[in-house]
């Protein structure tokens, strides 16, 4: 159990906040333990997002980028303490590391339930992982990954007990051609995390490289009033292309986060010289990782960012 202060308000009621260890689905056990006096219960949580796709190496023009990860499903139930056992179970999916020669691997899962089992009858509430982007094959841009489907009562049957309301993530964004990676527009389903953008592709001899998908602005927010860019595009010099960002909550004491945006393309000079990828960022909690950037023969393409760790919010009074 962690205490993340900012990350969720800690001075009314009891407030336990864990963070994803689990490396697959039904291992990596953490305990809640009721706590004395409280009557009812309020508990949130988000699966972990995919990661990014790595990018590509190839020629002028056929190096695209890999595509953002989707972010994990959001479920949240609300129910008297009377209907819980004084000991229930966690298991917690993490984000998957980037691997250099293949993509990340989708999300882990998250479960909550009365033993440390996967039988479903067991399980109170869960989530959804989001899906990894995809590898950037030759011209090919990697596609998104997938978004986490919101949870459904077979999967968790206990979870009728409650007042529950269960939604599907976001899925990532494409990466780019020879071009940027496509923008990503911010959810307004009720959802509090978001996929993640995808790398830069290659472009044609004697360009500067294409800059990785930016996450746009909110006209009139406070916390998001400008673009959330891509890493940049190397110069024809040439240079390697920048990092995507990392995910960020911008909001105080609001579980609400970003998705890593998509690492940039090398450039391309008459006679080229290799030069690498971007990096895609990783995602806040929850949210999915940036693809990695494209890059020319002789250089290494960008790696996807990791998928944010999932995470569970169990509020009591």
Same mark, same amino acid.
């Given at each position: 159990m962690l205490d993340l202060s900012n990350f969720v308000p800690t001075t009314h009621g009891d407030v336990q906040v864990f963070y994803g260890t689990a490396t697959a689905t039904n291992v990596g056990w953490q305990i809640w333990n009721k706590p004395r006096g409280d009557t009812m219960c309020f508990m949130?949580?988000? !699966?972990? *997002? @995919? +990661? =990014? #796709?790595? &990018?590509?190496?190839?020629?002028?023009?056929?190096? !695209?980028? *890999? @595509? +953002? =990860? #989707?972010? &994990?499903?959001?479920?949240?139930?609300?129910?008297?303490?009377?209907?819980?056992?004084?000991?229930?179970?966690?298991?917690?999916?993490?984000?998957?590391?980037?691997?250099?020669?293949?993509?990340?691997?989708?999300g882990v899962g998250t479960r909550v339930c009365i033993a440390p089992t996967s039988t479903s009858i067991d399980c109170v509430f869960a989530a959804n992982p989001g899906g990894s982007g995809a590898a950037a094959t030759g011209a090919t841009a990697g596609s998104g990954g997938n978004t986490g489907l919101a949870m459904s009562l077979v999967t968790a049957p206990l979870g009728g007990?409650?007042?529950?309301?269960?939604?599907s993530g976001q899925g990532g964004v494409a990466g780019g051609t020879t071009i940027a990676g496509a923008a990503l527009t911010l959810p307004v389903t009720g959802i509090v995390v978001t996929g993640g953008t995808g790398g830069g592709g290659l472009p044609a001899a004697n360009n500067a490289g294409s800059a990785g998908g930016l996450i746009t602005a909110v006209a009139g927010s406070v916390s998001i009033p400008s673009n959330i860019p891509g890493g940049t595009g190397g110069t024809t010099a040439p240079t390697a292309g920048g990092s995507g960002q990392q995910g960020i909550h911008p909001y105080k004491n609001l579980f609400f986060g970003t998705g890593g945006t998509g690492g940039g393309s090398s450039g391309l000079s008459v006679t080229p010289t290799g030069s690498n990828g971007g990096n895609g960022g990783k995602g806040a909690p929850g949210c999915g990782g940036g693809g990695g950037g494209g890059a020319f023969t002789g250089s290494t393409a960008g790696i996807g960012g990791y998928g944010g760790d999932g995470f569970v919010v169990i509020v009591s009074w």
């Open positions: 949130f949580c988000v !699966a972990a *997002g @995919g +990661g =990014g #796709g790595n &990018g590509t190496v190839g020629a002028a023009s056929t190096a !695209a980028g *890999g @595509g +953002g =990860g #989707g972010s &994990g499903a959001q479920s949240m139930i609300t129910l008297p303490m009377m209907f819980l056992p004084d000991t229930l179970y966690l298991s917690i999916g993490r984000g998957n590391p980037p691997n250099a020669t293949t993509s990340v691997a989708a007990m409650s007042n529950y309301d269960f939604l």
